[in-house]
Antibody, heavy 123, light 112 residues
Framework: EVQLVESGGGLVKPGGSLRLSCVAS????????MNWVRQAPGKGLEWVSC????????NYVDSVKGRFIISRDNAKNSVFLLMNSLRAEDTAVYYC????????????????WGPGTMVSVSS | QSALTQPASVSGSPGQSITISCTGT?????????VSWYQQHPGKAPKLMIY???DRPSGVSNRFSGSKSGNTASLTISGLQAEDEADYYC????????????FGGGTKLTVL
């Protein structure tokens, strides 16, 4: 059974940092691209970042470029999101999601999602 | 403002069919067949219902179908059931250099 479990969320002051983790199980993690998608309270979904299965392709939404860093450790079946210089508008549930295609055949469709971890940025 | 445009709400009675539209541009929906649809119940993670415009993942009911014409994609749910009441989001690959995936603003489906 495919499972994704996020952790690392919490309450942080503006300008602070958090590192989110997502541990995967039930599939060959090293062959799939992974993504972070967020959802602000009462709002819609927003794609945040993706990393290819070999980490040779990485992209971010404009609003987090220069502040967030995505990475992965295929030996530990994990993907991470280091969030720096956090702002109030970064407050959201952050989901880890798997791309439906493997070995680089990305479909930009997310077939498995974690339950999410809440990040709150407030003074 | 979301990159893809969806109606804020739709409604239908049990057994009826409804269609949710999702309008983009030639840089996303109109240019690629990487359109997906997600169902999200309150407090839950989204669930993939349709990918590649019209393909259903294993386990998704065939009451859900997807299509595309020009820059507009559509999700049709036939034989509405109470458990279909949820938020629905479309998404698409985009050729924008600053994004990989764009989502619609979401549509609240109410089963009357």
């Amino acid at each position: 059974e495919v499972q994704l479990v996020e952790s690392g969320g919490g309450l942080v002051k503006p300008g602070g940092s958090l590192r989110l983790s997502c541990v995967a199980s039930g599939f060959t993690f090293s062959t799939y691209s992974m993504n972070w998608v967020r959802q602000a309270p009462g709002k819609g979904l927003e794609w945040v970042s993706c990393i290819s299965f070999r980490s040779n392709y990485i992209n971010y939404v404009d609003s987090v470029k220069g502040r967030f860093i995505i990475s992965r450790d295929n030996a530990k079946n994990s993907v991470f999101l280091l969030m720096n210089s956090l702002r109030a508008e970064d407050t959201a549930v952050y989901y880890c999601a798997r791309d439906a295609g493997n070995y680089g055949a990305n479909r930009r469709a997310f077939d498995f999602w974690g339950p999410g971890t809440m990040v709150s940025v407030s003074s | 403002q979301s990159a893809l445009t969806q109606p804020a709400s739709v409604s239908g009675s049990p057994g009826q069919s409804i269609t949710i539209s999702c309008t983009g541009t030639t840089n996303d929906i109109g240019g690629y067949n990487y359109v997906s649809w997600y169902q999200q119940h309150p407090g839950k993670a989204p669930k993939l219902m349709i990918y590649d415009v019209s393909d259903r993942p294993s386990g998704v009911s065939n009451r859900f179908s997807g299509s595309k014409s020009g820059n507009t994609a559509s999700l049709t749910i036939s034989g509405l059931q109470a458990e279909d009441e949820a938020d629905y989001y479309c998404s698409s690959y985009t050729s924008s250099s600053t994004l990989d995936v764009v989502f619609g603003g979401g549509t609240k489906l109410t089963v009357l």
